[in-house]
């Protein structure tokens, strides 16, 4: 559930320059996976908590389940019809019916009443339990039945292999087996298993704590009317989801004015009371903004505030006490592309996912790209399948500033660095976002 609290007003900061500092200009990129490997190094694992099995969807298991018995766990019919020995009907045929004498009827959810000899059979309906003693299930469909003083028989025109339609005792798990690794994220199927077994508590990894605020003066909450020079603040609720979708629980504490004491307090305040801080605005070379001179104070630790990559490569990291800052570009496209390259990995490895990073999958440029830069570029677009070959088609509108293609976009086309034309037909690489 994400959470939030009131924006911060003017009242609480104002809008003032930070001191010009000639370090905000001297910024030395590093790789995108240099920057992956750089906050990967403090993460730690979150604890973990134990939950009712009915909410643990999303989740992610903190501990292997073996099971504790096997599955199914006894012989089990696979069709309406009668339990049978197989030998007493090896001799029908067309020409001759075999007969047998029906002593029980078992639905499921009972047991055999009485035990199967030669020349008897039980009915049986779907998923219940054959009799000891019979080796094959005749489907309904093939038999024929006559009543004789108040005695039921069963005729058989042909005979049946032994073990036909039984579902033999662990056919899907043994004993022991192991049914989910830890780091496992527990969807549908994850809980259907865990419930066959009777798992009803399940001990998970505890959902990261995420605040996540924004910077600037010309920032209105949503649910303020539109004004003359500002913008509401979209950001803090498009990082909320994406926390949210991987896997971390949001806080959004609203949005701050261009003021450097304002910054301070609001990112010590979250460093202090949350696991991770998500801040969005401010990192970039101008006199407001604030974020990027915070992270080069001795209040944190700066990892790096430059990155070779298009969107977002002022993207910033730090970390303090060995909790992550991640300092995000205002620009709603740049954000939302550091959101998906570092803190989504983040939340997942702090709870010991199997997979962190988004899926790099091959794919066939679909048109020409046009844009050339010395960065890699990770490039909004949507993916088709057209004779049986990924086709991956750039947004018309992939700025750093352009927010409206995010809803539109399945995955992250990456664009090498490039002086010439891409031409459409060209094997490109892309990330598969989530949807």
Request: aromatic content about 6%; charged content about 20%.
């Amino acid at each position: 559930m994400m959470k939030e609290s009131q924006p911060l007003s003017s009242e609480q900061g104002g809008s003032n320059p930070v001191e010009h500092n000639p370090a905000k200009f001297k910024r030395k990129p590093i790789t995108p996976a240099t920057a992956q490997q750089k906050v990967a190094e403090y993460v730690q694992v979150i604890d973990t908590e134990v939950i009712p099995l009915y909410t643990a969807g999303g989740r992610f298991l903190a501990e292997s389940v073996q099971a504790p018995h096997p599955y199914p766990h006894f012989r089990r019919s696979g069709m309406d019809g009668y339990a049978v020995i197989a030998d007493d009907i090896a001799p029908a045929s067309s020409d001759h019916i075999v007969w047998l004498e029906v002593i029980d009827n078992i639905p499921c959810g009972q047991t055999p009443s009485v035990p199967i000899v030669k020349g008897t059979a039980a009915r049986i309906m779907t998923g219940a339990m054959v009799p000891d003693e019979a080796d094959t299930v005749v489907m309904l469909e093939m038999t024929e039945t006559r009543e004789e003083d108040r005695r039921q028989w069963v005729g058989l025109k042909r005979s049946v292999e032994q073990g036909r339609n039984i579902t033999p005792i662990g056919l899907e798990v043994q004993a022991g087996d192991i049914l989910l690794t830890q780091g496992v994220q527990i969807g549908a199927g994850e809980i259907s298993v865990l419930a066959t077994f009777g798992v009803h508590q399940v001990e998970v990894y505890r959902r990261p704590q995420v605040a996540i605020f924004s910077t600037g003066t010309e920032l209105l909450a949503v649910e303020e009317p539109i004004a003359p020079g500002k913008i509401r603040n979209s950001n803090s609720y498009m990082l909320a989801e994406q926390v949210k979708a991987a896997g971390g629980e949001p806080h959004v504490l609203g949005a701050i004015m261009d003021d450097l004491e304002l910054a301070r307090t609001t990112m010590l305040h979250a460093l202090s009371s949350y696991d991770i801080v998500i801040s969005s605005g401010g990192v970039s070379v101008g006199d407001y903004d604030v974020m990027g001179d915070l992270v080069r104070s001795d209040e944190v630790e700066m990892l790096f505030n430059k990155i070779s990559m298009r969107p977002g490569s002022v993207t910033t990291g730090a970390v303090k006490d060995g909790k992550l800052l991640f300092a995000l570009s205002g620009n709603p496209g740049a954000c939302f592309v550091g959101c998906e390259l570092l803190v989504r990995p983040t939340i997942r490895k702090m709870m010991n996912s199997k997979q962190d990073y988004l899926p790099e999958w091959t794919a066939t440029l679909g048109h020409d790209y046009h844009k050339i830069n010395s960065f890699t570029r990770y490039v909004r677009g949507s993916m088709t399948v057209e004779n049986g070959k990924i086709i991956a088609y750039p947004a018309s509108l992939d700025e750093s500033s352009v927010m409206v293609t995010i809803k539109d976009s399945d995955c992250l086309i990456i664009i090498p660095p490039t002086s010439e034309v891409l031409p459409a037909g060209t094997t490109v690489s892309l990330l598969r976002l989530s949807r």
